[in-house]
């Protein structure tokens, strides 16, 4: 067994237990060896989350933003002008949570990591495209703004065209002086408040 | 009308004047509710105005008018929380969609509101105030030991006497306006907003005011004591006031985008911060105030 065929077989192994081949492999490699123990270590944690009362539904929210933002998720969540999300879904989905939580936590994780071991990166943490209609992230949510609430669209579209121009000029300005902290953490602030926006336009409340 | 749902209801005592009709179409209903100490009141409402204000005893009382019978509102208590949700029907509009709340509660309860047209507003409270809104304009004043949160994205927002608070403001394009706002940590971050503070700068707290491109404006009086540090990246600052020199400076200093020092004891520290906006830290005449 090879690392590709492992990995291929990893659900099946976190279900029923490992094989004598994956065992084999697993004994050999380490990298394999790391993941089977992570992930295994996470669908425990997520076992033991299963019974717990269903999370606030801005936990919801904020874990679909940043994977929306992560790129790991796409247009779903946008389709039709649901105000209220079924109770069931989430029930079904809920022993997700806590993996969902983990990747948001080792990715911020990473990112604050990177920040601090190389602040001048933070200039190029997301490229804002120099267009006028900012990134294919805002388009995806204006457009489902403007299926939801019509009304509202064109203050969210001034609003990113608004903090993606701060933000091209903050990058700009990083540029010409890297390790100016107080620009870094403009840049980050201007960072959260795009954030802020995107969590303000996927906000599906609920009593 | 109203959706009520069942078990959940179980310790609220609501009463609904539900079909008195106030204008052409609209429907007021009014729920009461039994609370404890501390209770929670939440209410989230797409379009129309938010008003919470304190009242004596136990109770929620909550007068809801609909605009017309393309909405709903659907409540709930669980506990000690209270639960109120407009709930759009298909063909609603900005208009037709529109509830005006107006919530009494104890003026210890926690209240977290929700509009995307607003105007919200708080007084007279003391617990957790939290608010959010798209282009509503937000208002809280009168309040004494609180937490005040708050989100809008082209909403003014506007505090006044709130004492010995916990705030934290947000806004991407409204103007954020603090009037004798005091507390242990006041902070404020807009993008393209202007930021005014008027007030002494007390309670030995931290205050960060901070924009991206809008400007800051801070009044102070003479007597203040704060230290106070004021930068921006690409704008001017200017300062009334003779401050007694630091002797490290957290930035780089140039005359004209920075400056930094300490005012009375420097009891509270102040952060002026801008990356193009003009900053303006002014004295107070202690006749005007």
């Known amino acids: 067994m090879n690392c590709a065929e492992f990995q291929e077989l990893l659900p099946e192994i976190l279900d029923s237990g490992e094989t004598s081949e994956s065992k084999v492999h697993a004994h050999s490699c380490k990298e394999c060896s790391e993941l089977y123990a992570e992930l295994r270590e996470i669908s425990q944690a997520a076992l033991l989350l299963r019974g717990v009362e269903e999370p606030n539904l801005r936990v919801w929210n904020s874990i679909e933003i940043t994977l929306r933002q992560e790129g790991l998720i796409r247009d779903a969540a946008l389709a039709g002008p649901a105000l209220v999300p079924g109770h069931s879904r989430n029930w079904r989905l809920a022993w997700l949570v806590p993996i969902a939580a983990l990747l948001v936590v080792m990715t911020s994780g990473i990112a604050i990591f990177q920040r601090n071991s190389q602040p001048q990166s933070i200039a190029n943490l997301t490229p804002i495209s120099t267009a006028d209609g900012g990134t294919a992230e805002d388009q995806e949510i204006l457009r489902a703004i403007g299926e939801r609430t019509p009304t509202l669209r064109a203050t969210y579209a001034a609003d990113l065209q608004n903090i993606n121009s701060y933000i091209r000029d903050a990058q700009d300005s990083l540029k010409n002086d890297p390790g100016d902290e107080e620009a870094q953490r403009a840049l980050m602030g201007a960072y959260e408040q795009r954030a802020m926006v995107y969590e303000m336009a996927f906000e599906r409340p609920l009593p | ?289």
């Open chain 2, 1 to 289: 009308m109203m959706r009520s749902r069942g078990n959940l209801t179980k310790a609220a005592v609501v009463t609904i004047l539900a079909g008195v009709a106030f204008g052409a179409g609209e429907i007021r209903k009014e729920f009461r509710y039994s609370v404890g100490p501390k209770a929670t009141v939440s209410v989230t409402n797409q379009y129309g105005p938010v008003s919470v204000r304190p009242i004596a005893g136990n109770q929620v009382i909550v007068t809801a008018v609909l605009n017309s019978d393309k909405v709903e509102v659907d409540q709930n208590q669980t506990g000690n929380r209270v639960n109120m949700f407009s709930r759009l029907l298909p063909g609603a509009d900005g208009e037709t969609g529109k509830v005006e709340y107006d919530l009494q509660v104890p003026s210890d309860a926690n209240v977290m509101l929700h509009s995307n047209t607003g105007p919200l507003s708080a007084e007279g409270l003391t617990g957790e105030i939290a608010m959010e809104g798209t282009t509503a304009a937000v208002e809280v004043r009168n309040v004494d030991d609180a937490h005040v949160h708050i989100k809008t994205l082209d909403g003014p927002v506007t505090l006044t006497n709130v004492q010995k608070g916990h705030v934290e403001i947000t806004s991407v394009s409204g103007d954020v306006n603090l009037n004798q706002v005091n507390g242990m940590l006041v902070e404020v971050n807009s993008n393209s907003g202007k930021i005014h503070y008027d007030g002494n700068f007390g309670d030995n707290g931290q205050y960060r005011l901070m924009s991206n491109t809008g400007d800051i404006e801070a009044f102070a009086p003479d007597t203040a004591s704060i230290d106070v540090s004021a930068r921006s990246i690409h704008g001017q600052v200017e300062n009334d006031f003779r401050l007694e020199p630091e002797q490290t400076t957290p930035f780089l200093m140039r005359a004209e985008s920075a400056f930094s020092g300490t005012l009375g004891k420097a009891a509270s520290s102040v952060k002026l911060h801008s990356f193009s906006g003009k900053i303006h830290l002014k004295k107070r005449s202690t006749k005007s105030k």
